[in-house]
């Protein structure tokens, strides 16, 4: 294991991570997690937080159901309540950084009745940059075209959101989140519910951020396809249980100690890391 990954000492008990003491806030990292606990109705979902983003690699969140990975997207960007800790993005808080930063929700969080266009959904994410209450110009037009080309989604430009597969309508958010043009991407579960060729669609754009020096944090359930799709895992279980490059952390012993008892699982992920040449 390289000295930059920061795993479950054996010492632990499982389900507990070391704890971390990165520096406090790195201009170096996209994003800086220190001590950070979330609680719903005074009971814990995240506990004791530390984690530095490493600049310019793809990034899985990964964990059971329950164990916070959705939440700690939603913290990070003060979309829930933290009860303590920092966060920084390179190295200053969220609101003076907004613009260097991308988020793409969960899909089933979204209104997709709402009576607007793929085109128009992918301008939305031009605000800051337009500015409230102030027309969008032909320029920023030209920007979300572009955006929704590079998902495949540029002959939908003028169909109604509601109109579209599941598939497309993550392809739009993903589109509006690039539009943004942003250094750091935190992306809620954009494979959940998708067709084949919009995974292959959101894999390209991931790997095209990466080629241009980008970070992109990705919730992800499917730990199958984690070796293939990523550089970093981020393992979590209300608390960080391991991260670091994907061929030091992503081993059975830590994957057992994130997910407990759901061996048969396991056991099918094991198979294909062997197969593969993976790390056991």
């Known amino acids: 294991m390289s000295a930059d990954s920061k795993a479950a000492a054996s010492t632990e008990p499982a389900g507990v991570s070391p704890q971390v003491e990165p520096d406090e806030h790195p201009r170096s990292s996209p994003m800086s997690i220190h001590d950070m606990t979330v609680a719903y109705h005074r009971r814990p979902v995240l506990w004791d937080i530390d984690y530095n983003t490493p600049p310019g690699n793809l990034i899985a969140i990964v964990g059971p159901n329950g164990a916070g990975k959705s939440t700690l997207i939603k ?4 979309l829930v309540p933290t009860v303590s800790g920092q966060v920084s993005f390179f190295g200053e808080p969220y609101k003076k950084q907004r613009r260097r930063v991308g988020y793409v929700p969960q ?3 979204v209104d997709w009745d ?3 266009n793929a085109l128009e959904v992918v301008t939305m994410g031009l605000y800051r940059s337009i500015g409230w209450f102030r027309p969008v110009t032909k320029k920023h037009r030209q920007a979300g075209m572009a955006a929704l080309d590079r998902v495949g ?3 939908y430009a003028k169909r109604q959101i509601s109109q579209l597969s599941g598939g497309q309508q993550q392809r739009v958010f993903l589109a509006r989140a690039l539009a943004q043009e942003a250094d750091l991407y935190l992306m809620d579960e954009p ?5 084949a060729a919009t995974e292959r669609a959101i894999v390209a754009v991931l790997r095209e951020l ?5 970070t992109a944090m990705v919730v992800h359930h499917d730990l199958q396809t984690v070796q293939e799709y990523f550089d970093e895992v981020v393992l979590l279980n209300m608390r960080l249980i391991a991260s670091g490059p994907v061929g030091d952390v992503f081993t059975e012993e830590n994957l057992r100690a994130t997910y407990g008892g759901k061996l048969a699982l396991l056991d099918r992920v094991g198979h294909r890391m062997t197969l593969s040449g993976g790390r056991q």
Do not use: E, H, T
């Open 153 to 155: 989604m540029a002959d």
């Open 114 to 116: 709402f009576p607007v």
């Open 75 to 78: 913290a990070v960007l003060n």
């Open 210 to 214: 990466k080629d241009a020096g980008r």
């Open 107 to 109: 899909r089933s969080s």
């Open 191 to 195: 494979f959940a519910g998708v067709d």
